[in-house]
């Protein structure tokens, strides 16, 4: 059964940094483009970051420019997220996203463009 599985997530103050990964099982990522989208209690689930199957292209989110940061490798088939100087906005569960393509540079915003999903992490920012 094909999986999307993210780790990295907890519990860290305002300034720190954490990484998260998305690892895929029962599928090689590269013919994927990859997403990542946050939800935070009580709000709707919200673009954060984005990055073509070829890698060659990324994008983000206004709130978190600068800050996070997208890469894959697609040798060990994982999709990962930098985030950098954290605030306490960002705190949220953060899901992994798919979305089977040709290899290419395009990548994907919207939550509906993505095939499959991971069951997310949890990031906790204290101020």
């Known amino acids: 059964q094909e999986q999307l599985v993210e780790s990295g997530g907890g519990l860290v103050q305002a300034g720190d940094s954490l990484r998260l990964s998305c690892a895929a099982s029962?599928?090689?990522?590269?013919?994927?483009?990859m997403g990542w989208f946050r939800q935070a209690p009580g709000k709707e689930r919200v673009f954060v970051a984005a990055?073509?199957?070829?890698?060659?292209?990324?994008g983000y989110a206004d709130s978190v420019k600068g800050r996070f940061t997208i890469s894959r490798d697609n040798v060990k088939n994982t999709v990962s997220l930098q985030m950098n100087s954290l605030k306490p906005e960002d705190t949220a569960v953060y899901y992994c996203?798919?979305?089977?393509?040709?290899?290419?540079?395009?990548?994907?915003?919207?939550?509906?463009?993505?095939?499959?999903w991971g069951q997310g992490t949890q990031v906790t920012v204290s101020s």
């Open positions: 029962g599928r090689t990522l590269s013919g994927y483009a």
């Open positions: 990055i073509s199957s070829s890698g060659t292209a990324t």
């Open positions: 996203a798919a979305r089977s393509v040709a290899i290419g540079s395009a990548w994907y915003q919207r939550g509906s463009s993505y095939d499959s």
